[in-house]
């Protein structure tokens, strides 16, 4: 069976190229307009300065950046799935919240795991420096 996505969406895209602009608009608005945007971008400066002064492995660069990554997309599918609720549910709708909180949840979870590993791996690294 094979399915034409362009039959069943609201919007098909140009191109590639016009996909990728709108993935980095999308990327663009998020730091524009969500403040816990800043405090991640904060965060990952000194996360990455620290990371840098203390000269971790390539091993551990790895883990943190894919950790870093992982806290960066939670919050960018969250603002995803908080802007898509409040178009389908302009109305308080007990489901609306649940959708925002689990989504929330999951930034949460993410900057959890990010704070374990940022202590596994920085913590040695820090104190063999000092």
């Known amino acids: ?15 590639r190229w016009t996909s ?8 663009l608005y998020a730091l ?6 800043w405090i991640m971008g ?3 400066v000194v996360v990455v300065g620290v990371a840098i002064w203390a000269g971790v492995s390539r091993l551990e660069w790895a883990l943190l950046v ?5 806290v960066w997309v939670a919050e960018f599918l969250n603002s995803a799935v ?3 609720v409040d178009v389908a549910s302009p109305q308080h709708h007990p489901m ?10 999951a930034v949460l979870t993410a900057s959890v795991i990010a704070l374990i590993v940022g202590l596994v791996v920085l913590g040695p690294a820090v104190a ?3």
């Not at 069976?1 to 191109?15: E, K, L, W, Y």
């Not at 990728?20 to 990327?27: E, M, R, S």
């Not at 524009?32 to 945007?37: E, F, I, K, P």
Request: proline share 2%; charged share 20%.
């Open 42 to 44: 904060s965060a990952t």
């Open 32 to 37: 524009r307009h969500q403040r816990n945007t």
């Open 82 to 84: 908080e802007a898509a």
């Open 128 to 130: 063999d420096r000092l």
């Open 66 to 70: 894919v950790t870093i990554g992982m």
């Open 20 to 27: 990728f602009l709108h993935a980095l608009a999308g990327i």
């Open 1 to 15: 069976m094979q399915i034409d996505p362009a039959q069943h969406a609201a919007v098909t895209s140009d191109g």
């Open 96 to 105: 609306a919240k649940v959708a925002k909180d689990v989504a929330a949840g």
